[in-house]
C-alpha cells in the first residue's frame, strides 16, 4: 500500500514537472514573440513620427508655395490649378511647354515690357519728325497762300483794267455808230430831194457805217474771248506729290467749298486759259483736311511727263465760294452703248458742286430755264429726223436761248474731257461665250452713226453658199 502511494507521487511529480517545463518554455516562447513585438512597434512609432514629419513639412511647404504664388493656404488644389491654367493660357500661351511655370515667366515678359517699351520709344520720335513735316507743311501753306491771294488781287486788278478799257471802247463805238445813224438818217431824208447829187455820199457812209459795225463786232468778240480767258483760270495748284502712292495735295479746302469726289484737270505751270491749254493729267478729292488743303488720288497721268508740284489744277464745273450753272440739251451717250447717260452727266455735274437749272425734256416740255448766270449749255446729240418733233422742238429753242443770253455752249465729251471723267472699262469676252456686238467697229469720237436713206441695189446682203450635187462651192 505504502509502495503504490510512493508511486503515485512520483507519477505525480514528474507530471508536475513536465507541467513546468511545458509553461516554462510556453512562457519563454511567449516573452520572445512580446519583445520582437514591443521591438517591432518601438520601430513603426519611429517610422510614424517621421511620417508625420515628412507630412507636416510638406503641408508647411505647400502653404508656401501657395502664398508664393498669391493663394490663400486654405485654398484648394482645384482653384491653384485653374488659376495657373488661366495665367499661362493669357501669358505665356505662345511659350513652348517647357517654358510655362512661374519660374520663366517673368523673363519672358521682362523681355516682352523691353520690346514693347522699344516700340514705344520709336513711336514717340516717329510722332516727333510727323509734327516737324506738319510744321513745316503749314508754312508751306501759309507760303503757298500768300503767293495765291497776291496772285489772285493782281489778276483782278488786271481784269478790272481791262473790263474799264473795253466799256470805254463799247462806249464810244456805240457813240459813233448813233451818230452814224443819225447823220445817215439826215442824210437819206435830203436824199430825196437831192438823190441824184448825193448818191456817192450815201454810198461812202454806207461803207463807213458797215467798217464800224464790224469794229463793234470785233471789239464785242475781243470782250468775250477776255472775259472767257479771264473766268476760265485756274482754280488752285498743286501743293505736294507722291508718286509712290498715286496721290497728291492740293491748296484748295473746305474754305472754299471743296467736296470730296470732286475731280479737277491738272495742267502745267504758266498756263492761263484753261479752255485751250492741253491737259496732262486728273484727279479725284479723297480727303479734305483743312481750310486750303486736300488730299486727292491720280486718276489718269502720262509718265513721260509727271505731275509736278506748282501744276496748275481747274474743273469747268466748279468755282471757290460759288455753284456753276449749266444747261442740258441732245442725247448724251457717254459709253456708245446705244442708251442715254443724261442722268450720269447730271450726277456728275451735281458731285462736283455744280447746278443744273435747265434741260430739254424729251416731250417737248424743257424743265427749267436758262438765266444770265448760266456758264454752259451742255450739248449732246442733235435729234435726228426720226425724233419726236417736241423734243427736236425744244433742242431748238434750248439753242436759240443760249445764244440770245450769251450762254456758251459746249460738247458732253468736252466737259467731261475738263473734269476728267474717266469711262468705265468694258471688259469683252472671249472663246465660246464671244458676243458679236462687242466686236463692233465703232468711230473714233465715240459717237455711234445710224443709215438715213435706202441701201443702193449695187449692194446686196452676203449669204452663205446653197448646198448642191457637186457641193458648196
Known amino acids: 500500500?505504502?509502495?503504490?502511494?510512493?508511486?503515485?507521487?512520483?507519477?505525480?511529480?514528474?507530471?508536475?514537472?513536465?507541467?513546468?517545463?511545458?509553461?516554462?518554455?510556453?512562457?519563454?516562447?511567449?516573452?520572445?514573440?512580446?519583445?520582437?513585438n514591443l521591438k517591432e512597434a518601438a520601430e513603426l512609432r519611429i517610422k510614424t513620427q517621421e511620417a508625420e514629419n515628412s507630412v507636416r513639412v510638406a503641408l508647411d511647404e505647400?502653404?508656401?508655395?501657395?502664398?508664393?504664388?498669391?493663394?490663400?493656404?486654405?485654398?484648394?488644389?482645384?482653384?491653384?490649378?485653374?488659376?495657373?491654367?488661366?495665367?499661362?493660357?493669357?501669358?505665356?500661351q505662345t511659350l513652348p511647354e517647357e517654358e510655362r511655370n512661374y519660374r520663366r515667366l517673368p523673363h519672358h515678359l521682362e523681355i516682352a515690357i523691353k520690346d514693347l517699351n522699344k516700340q514705344v520709344v520709336e513711336a514717340n520720335d516717329r510722332v516727333k519728325v510727323l509734327l516737324a513735316e506738319k510744321e513745316q507743311v503749314r508754312k508751306e501753306e501759309q507760303s503757298l497762300t500768300s503767293k495765291a491771294k497776291e496772285t489772285h488781287e493782281v489778276a483782278a486788278r488786271d481784269l478790272q483794267d481791262v473790263r474799264t478799257k473795253v466799256s470805254a471802247d463799247v462806249s464810244r463805238v456805240n457813240e459813233e455808230r448813233t451818230q452814224l445813224a443819225q447823220l445817215l438818217d439826215q442824210v437819206r431824208k435830203e436824199s430825196t430831194s437831192k438823190e441824184a447829187t448825193q448818191e456817192g455820199q450815201i454810198q461812202t457812209l454806207a461803207q463807213e457805217v458797215q467798217k464800224l459795225s464790224v469794229a463793234l463786232h470785233q471789239k464785242i468778240e475781243e470782250l468775250n474771248r477776255i472775259q472767257k480767258e479771264t473766268f476760265e483760270v485756274p482754280d488752285g495748284e498743286i501743293a505736294w506729290v507722291n508718286q509712290r502712292s498715286r496721290s497728291v495735295w492740293i491748296n484748295l479746302g473746305e474754305g472754299d467749298g471743296l467736296r470730296r469726289q470732286m475731280t479737277f484737270s491738272v495742267y502745267g505751270?504758266?498756263?492761263?486759259?484753261?479752255?485751250?491749254?492741253?491737259?496732262?493729267?486728273?484727279?479725284?478729292?479723297?480727303?479734305?483736311?483743312?481750310?486750303?488743303?486736300?488730299?486727292?488720288?491720280i486718276l489718269q497721268d502720262d509718265l513721260s511727263d509727271p505731275i509736278l508740284a506748282g501744276?496748275?489744277?481747274?474743273?469747268?464745273?466748279?468755282?471757290?465760294?460759288?455753284?456753276?450753272?449749266?444747261?442740258?440739251?441732245?442725247?448724251?451717250?457717254?459709253?456708245?452703248?446705244?442708251?442715254?447717260?443724261?442722268?450720269?452727266?447730271?450726277?456728275l455735274i451735281g458731285m462736283s458742286g455744280g447746278v443744273v437749272e435747265a434741260e430739254d425734256g424729251e416731250d417737248g416740255v424743257a424743265p427749267g430755264r436758262m438765266t444770265m448766270h448760266t456758264r454752259y449749255l451742255v450739248l449732246g446729240d442733235r435729234?435726228?429726223?426720226?425724233?419726236?418733233?417736241?423734243?427736236?422742238?425744244?433742242?431748238?429753242?434750248?439753242?436759240?436761248?443760249?445764244?440770245?443770253l450769251g450762254v456758251e455752249q459746249i460738247s458732253v465729251y468736252k466737259l467731261l474731257a475738263w473734269m476728267g471723267y474717266r469711262g468705265e472699262i468694258k471688259t469683252v469676252q472671249l472663246g465660246r461665250d464671244a458676243r458679236s456686238e462687242d466686236f463692233k467697229a465703232r468711230?473714233?469720237?465715240?459717237?455711234?452713226?445710224?443709215?438715213?436713206g435706202n441701201t443702193s441695189g449695187v449692194f446686196r446682203e452676203r449669204r452663205p453658199a446653197a448646198r448642191t450635187e457637186q457641193g458648196a462651192f
Not at 65 to 70: A, D, E, N, S, V
Not at 71 to 81: G, I, R, S
Not at 320 to 336: K, P, Y
Not at 443 to 452: A, I, Y
Open 443 to 452: 468711230p473714233e469720237d465715240g459717237v455711234l452713226r445710224k443709215s438715213t
Open 383 to 404: 435729234p435726228t429726223e426720226t425724233t419726236d418733233a417736241a423734243a427736236r422742238s425744244a433742242y431748238t429753242r434750248m439753242i436759240d436761248e443760249s445764244r440770245r
Open 62 to 92: 505647400n502653404i508656401r508655395l501657395k502664398q508664393m504664388i498669391g493663394h490663400a493656404a486654405e485654398e484648394k488644389l482645384d482653384a491653384v490649378q485653374t488659376a495657373y491654367d488661366e495665367d499661362m493660357t493669357r501669358f505665356a
Open 311 to 347: 501744276d496748275l489744277i481747274h474743273s469747268p464745273v466748279w468755282s471757290s465760294g460759288t455753284r456753276l450753272h449749266f444747261a442740258l440739251a441732245g442725247f448724251m451717250d457717254v459709253n456708245g452703248d446705244g442708251r442715254s447717260d443724261r442722268k450720269l452727266v447730271r450726277n
Open 269 to 297: 505751270k504758266g498756263q492761263n486759259d484753261m479752255a485751250s491749254a492741253q491737259k496732262k493729267a486728273s484727279i479725284e478729292v479723297t480727303n479734305v483736311t483743312g481750310p486750303k488743303l486736300a488730299e486727292a488720288r
Open 1 to 36: 500500500m505504502a509502495k503504490r502511494e510512493s508511486q503515485g507521487l512520483q507519477i505525480a511529480l514528474i507530471l508536475f514537472v513536465m507541467v513546468t517545463v511545458v509553461l516554462a518554455v510556453t512562457t519563454y516562447l511567449y516573452w520572445s514573440k512580446s519583445e520582437a
